[in-house]
Protein backbone atom coordinates (compact mmCIF):
# COMPACT_ATOMS: atom_id res chain seq x y z
CA UNK A 1 0.00 0.00 0.00
CA UNK A 2 1.85 3.57 -1.07
CA UNK A 3 1.35 6.22 1.09
CA UNK A 4 -0.82 8.18 -1.53
CA UNK A 5 -3.57 5.05 -0.98
CA UNK A 6 -3.18 5.09 2.81
CA UNK A 7 -3.89 8.99 2.51
CA UNK A 8 -7.36 7.79 -0.03
CA UNK A 9 -8.03 5.08 2.24
CA UNK A 10 -8.00 7.66 5.21
CA UNK A 11 -9.63 10.06 3.93
CA UNK A 12 -12.57 8.14 2.30
CA UNK A 13 -13.08 6.76 6.17
CA UNK A 14 -13.63 10.38 7.75
CA UNK A 15 -15.79 10.74 4.42
CA UNK A 16 -18.00 7.77 5.59
CA UNK A 17 -17.88 9.23 8.98
CA UNK A 18 -19.15 12.44 8.59
CA UNK A 19 -21.59 11.25 5.98
CA UNK A 20 -23.27 8.78 8.07
CA UNK A 21 -23.45 11.22 10.80
CA UNK A 22 -25.20 13.86 8.35
CA UNK A 23 -27.47 11.17 6.85
CA UNK A 24 -28.23 9.84 10.92
CA UNK A 25 -29.36 13.56 11.92
CA UNK A 26 -31.34 14.60 9.40
CA UNK A 27 -32.96 10.98 9.67
CA UNK A 28 -33.47 11.83 13.15
CA UNK A 29 -34.97 15.18 12.39
CA UNK A 30 -36.98 14.05 9.85
CA UNK A 31 -38.68 11.42 12.25
CA UNK A 32 -38.97 13.99 14.78
CA UNK A 33 -40.56 16.72 12.58
CA UNK A 34 -42.33 14.10 9.97
CA UNK A 35 -40.96 16.92 6.94
CA UNK A 36 -40.76 15.20 3.65
CA UNK A 37 -38.20 17.51 2.69
CA UNK A 38 -35.44 16.11 6.02
CA UNK A 39 -36.40 12.84 4.74
CA UNK A 40 -34.94 13.64 1.25
CA UNK A 41 -32.18 15.71 2.76
CA UNK A 42 -30.95 12.51 4.37
CA UNK A 43 -31.67 10.41 1.65
CA UNK A 44 -29.84 12.83 -0.39
CA UNK A 45 -26.63 12.69 1.92
CA UNK A 46 -26.88 8.73 2.56
CA UNK A 47 -26.47 8.50 -1.33
CA UNK A 48 -23.59 10.68 -1.51
CA UNK A 49 -21.79 8.75 1.30
CA UNK A 50 -22.91 5.42 -0.12
CA UNK A 51 -21.23 6.48 -3.66
CA UNK A 52 -17.97 6.91 -1.63
CA UNK A 53 -18.11 3.95 0.24
CA UNK A 54 -19.19 1.95 -2.51
CA UNK A 55 -16.36 3.02 -5.14
CA UNK A 56 -13.33 2.74 -2.10
CA UNK A 57 -14.33 -0.84 -2.09
CA UNK A 58 -14.61 -1.41 -5.39
CA UNK A 59 -11.23 0.06 -5.97
CA UNK A 60 -9.71 -1.47 -2.78
CA UNK A 61 -11.69 -4.81 -2.16
CA UNK A 62 -12.62 -6.03 -5.72
CA UNK A 63 -9.26 -4.35 -7.50
CA UNK A 64 -11.81 -2.42 -9.71
CA UNK A 65 -10.19 -0.18 -12.65
CA UNK A 66 -9.77 3.68 -11.24
CA UNK A 67 -11.98 4.99 -13.95
CA UNK A 68 -15.04 2.45 -13.12
CA UNK A 69 -14.66 3.42 -9.69
CA UNK A 70 -14.60 7.40 -10.49
CA UNK A 71 -17.73 6.64 -13.04
CA UNK A 72 -20.04 4.98 -9.83
CA UNK A 73 -18.67 7.86 -7.50
CA UNK A 74 -19.58 10.52 -9.94
CA UNK A 75 -22.63 8.89 -10.39
CA UNK A 76 -23.76 8.59 -6.97
CA UNK A 77 -22.72 11.80 -6.29
CA UNK A 78 -24.74 13.46 -9.04
CA UNK A 79 -27.77 11.47 -7.92
CA UNK A 80 -27.37 12.44 -4.30
CA UNK A 81 -27.03 16.07 -4.89
CA UNK A 82 -29.66 16.23 -7.00
CA UNK A 83 -32.17 14.44 -4.08
CA UNK A 84 -30.49 17.04 -1.72
CA UNK A 85 -31.48 19.79 -4.25
CA UNK A 86 -35.09 18.67 -4.15
CA UNK A 87 -34.94 18.79 -0.68
CA UNK A 88 -33.75 22.08 -0.56
CA UNK A 89 -36.11 23.06 -3.39
CA UNK A 90 -39.83 21.37 -1.64
CA UNK A 91 -41.25 22.62 1.45
Do not use: C, P, W
Not at 20 to 28: E, K, P, Q, S
Not at 40 to 54: D, E, K, M, P, S
Not at 63 to 72: A, E, Q, R, S
Amino acid sequence: MTHVTTVLVALKTITLGLGGLITFFAYRAYRRTNAQALGALALGFAIVTFGALLAGAAHQAFGMNTDVVLVIESALTTAGFGVIVYSLYVE
